[in-house]
């Protein structure tokens, strides 16, 4: 979530006009940084009141990071109110060079028939990276599983360059190999 505190800081600055981030910072490096909540925030606390493995994710997370009885965790969230003053706030940022890389990965279904290699692609889905969806690079969007994608301004350019660290991934259900 490092890359929300990062646009939390920038975006802060530039309201506040104190001219922190116009004096002291030259540039910003997102390396596959959450810049707009996640899904495991989203997700976190409706996962630790479920019985049993909200217990036991609970236990395994306490005193982390992805602790969901945290109170910052829920307000990384996509959509929470912390994420909704930060896209509304978007266009005081200033346009410093802004250099990100982010995880695309797709993940393609396919049902096979029997052992005669007869498959049919069902579906494909682009997962970001798991936590967090590519998404885009308007950072007034407000995605529903959070992204990954940042740019002050909105736009690739000379001073703003975004790298996708693309993969693939078949699910295969059914024979065939």
Known sequence: MGGTI?????TLSAVRHDGVVA?????VVLLHAVTQGSVLARDGGRIAGLPLLGDLTSDLFAGTIADPS???FS????????????ASN???VPALPTFVTYGAVTVTG??????VYVCLTTGRSHVGDGAVDPG???PS?????GEAQFLPGGHTGPQAWEWARSRSAELKRGGGD
């Open 75 to 86: 307000e990384l969230a996509p959509r929470s109110l912390f994420q909704q003053w930060l």
């Open 136 to 138: 885009t690079t308007d």
């Open 70 to 72: 945290r109170p910052a």
């Open 90 to 92: 978007a266009h005081r």
């Open 141 to 145: 969007d407000l995605p529903a599983a």
């Open 23 to 27: 004096r002291d910072v030259d540039s």
């Open 110 to 115: 396919r049902s096979c028939v029997l052992d």
């Open 6 to 10: 990062v646009r939390w800081l920038l």
